[in-house]
């Protein structure tokens, strides 16, 4: 299946769908360290749903992080 | 006696909210910020490369200065088009930054970055429901901010001029009547700001503060302009609370006339 990440596309060789977890894990070298928020297709994932939200073929993951802004 | 600026339950020093893009470097970035005696500032969220170490520099630096500051953030929804997308924006930005204030941006046109009033009222209805606390940027529409005001929204944003353009207050007739029909809602002026004698209009008429970037930001010593937008507000207000004398057709001399040397009765 295909998923993507901040528009980047990533081909995942399992059929299964993965976790946001297992995505972040893709996109983050340390998820961890990082301060940031998810959403799934346009809506919001809290943190506390990363473990048992799951992308499926096709879904768009955005990750953002903060910046300046006026 | 100058009162303080009361945000949603929270009273602070100083009534200028200000903008943290555009600066030269993010040396000067605080520092602007800091002259500024500002204790609202505000910031985004966008993707970015987790690799590059700049949007994790800027993140510190606003922390500190919140931290030196006992100040506060303020996210804004840039970008967004549509209601659902700055309510998405909204939620993670509480998320990331343990806030429920937002300064609600919802963008309907690409030339002027006018805000689509109707995507605004959806989302302000939203997030108030969902136990945000509001801060529109809208036009100089009284009715709209009427509108923003009965859902709930106790700071209200109207713009002087589009973003980033420093045209000042294109239309003082709006404004002037909006601070007069929402005498109880906070008035921030919001966006257009170019000169410190803008800032210092605003207050004039009775606003509750003035929120800019650009004019700090791009200005030729962005230090300098932030403690001259200070000054410009401080004087403003105590323009506005010391009472501007009325205005009058026809001239009158300051200094007495009654027995001066050359006085002629008629």
């Keep these: 299946m295909n998923i993507h990440i901040n528009g980047k596309a990533y081909p995942l060789n399992h059929e299964a769908q993965i976790t946001v977890t297992a995505a972040l894990a893709l996109h983050f070298i340390e998820p961890q360290q990082s301060t940031f928020a998810v959403a799934l297709n346009g809506d919001f994932v809290a943190k506390g749903d990363y473990d048992t939200t799951r992308l499926k073929n096709g879904d768009s993951l955005d990750v953002l992080l903060p910046i300046q802004g006026g | ?266």
Excluded at chain 2, 78 to 84: I, L
């Design chain 2, 1 to 266: 006696m100058v009162m303080s600026l009361n945000i949603y339950g929270q009273n602070l020093d100083s009534r200028l909210l200000i903008g943290s893009a555009l600066y030269p470097s993010p040396q000067i970035m605080k520092q602007a910020i800091l002259a500024s005696g500002s204790q609202v500032v505000t910031l985004s969220l966008k993707r970015q490369n987790p690799a590059e170490q700049a949007g994790q520099q800027i993140w510190q630096y606003l922390q500190e200065i919140v931290a030196q500051t006992k100040g506060h953030l303020l996210p804004n929804t840039a970008g967004c088009k549509t209601a659902k997308e700055a309510v998405t924006l909204a939620k993670m930005s509480r998320e990331i930054f343990n806030t429920n204030w937002v300064k609600l941006e919802v963008i309907g046109d690409d030339y002027n970055l006018q805000p689509d009033p109707i995507e605004l009222l959806s989302a302000t209805e939203t997030l108030i429901k969902d136990g945000f606390k509001v801060l529109p940027y809208c036009t100089d529409d009284l009715v709209l901010c009427q509108r923003l005001y009965d859902l709930g929204c106790q700071v209200i944003m109207p713009w002087a001029s589009p973003i980033g353009t420093g045209k000042g207050l294109m239309n003082p007739y709006n404004l002037e009547t909006i601070r007069m029909r929402l005498p109880e809602a906070t008035l921030i002026l919001d966006a257009g700001i170019g000169k410190p004698s803008d800032a210092c209009l605003a207050m004039e008429m009775g606003y509750d503060g003035v929120l800019l970037n650009s004019a700090v930001a791009l200005a030729d010593n962005p230090v300098m302009m932030a403690k001259a937008f200070a000054l410009a507000l401080q004087a403003g207000e105590q323009g506005y609370v010391g009472g501007v004398m009325e205005q009058r057709q026809t001239a009158h001399p300051s200094t007495p006339t009654l027995d001066t040397p050359f006085w002629h009765q008629q």
